[in-house]
């Protein structure tokens, strides 16, 4: 093999608006209606993101998590969302000169693979719901990891970080996939099994 691919789903287009996303909840609120319909169609876990111009609020991309359906552990939301991101833009590099200001907006504080995948992506922003012990907690995923000044280490790279937009929405999405993992709906799908 010499190649490979993620696809996003058909039905994230049903998502979509067609406008633009102005204020942090709004494209907050995207991410998490994304982020609960995940689970049930089969894609992977409870999570979604957005790749937005920080002024204008155009969508740019839109990611979730497909690791069940791509059948690769690096396909996470984010990755999903910059990929496609840096694609349609043409480079690696979100904020390269000549380039609006992008944000990435998630739905919870990016795993160990994804802070790496953010921190150089160029983009500006990071908008999340929450961070915690409450992910791994409710939902039985590891996340790896993750230095405990990890928002100081993206301000001091020029990624500004909000967190806290629609937190308790964020709890709910996993909340109900974690109901749905302990009733075998769902599979968590950690290498090592429960956490390891």
């Not at 990929?83 to 979100?94: E, I």
Request: net charge negative; proline share 5%.
């Amino acid at each position: 093999m010499h190649t490979f691919s993620v696809t996003l789903p058909d039905w994230v287009a049903e998502e979509l608006p067609a406008g633009p996303l102005l204020t942090d909840t709004d494209r907050m609120a995207l991410v998490h209606r994304l982020a609960a319909r995940n689970p049930g169609e089969g894609g992977g876990g409870p999570f979604a993101a957005l790749v937005v111009e920080s002024e204008t609020g155009r969508l740019v991309s839109a990611g979730v998590n497909c690791v069940l359906s791509s059948g690769l552990s690096v396909a996470h939301a984010e990755v999903v969302a910059l990929s496609l991101a840096q694609t349609r833009l043409g480079g690696w590099d979100l904020g390269a000169d000549g380039l609006p200001a992008h944000e990435l907006v998630v739905n919870w504080r990016p795993c160990a693979q994804c802070y790496g995948a953010t921190l150089w992506s160029g983009v500006r922003r990071l908008v999340v719901a929450g961070e915690g012990a409450e992910l791994e907690e409710l939902t039985g995923f590891d996340e790896g990891p993750v230095p405990e000044d990890w928002a100081e280490r993206f301000e001091q790279r020029g990624i500004a970080v909000t967190v806290g937009v629609l937190r308790e929405r964020a709890l709910e999405v996993f909340a109900e996939y974690g109901r749905g993992a302990a009733a075998g709906e769902y599979t968590v799908y950690n290498a090592r099994g429960n956490g390891g």
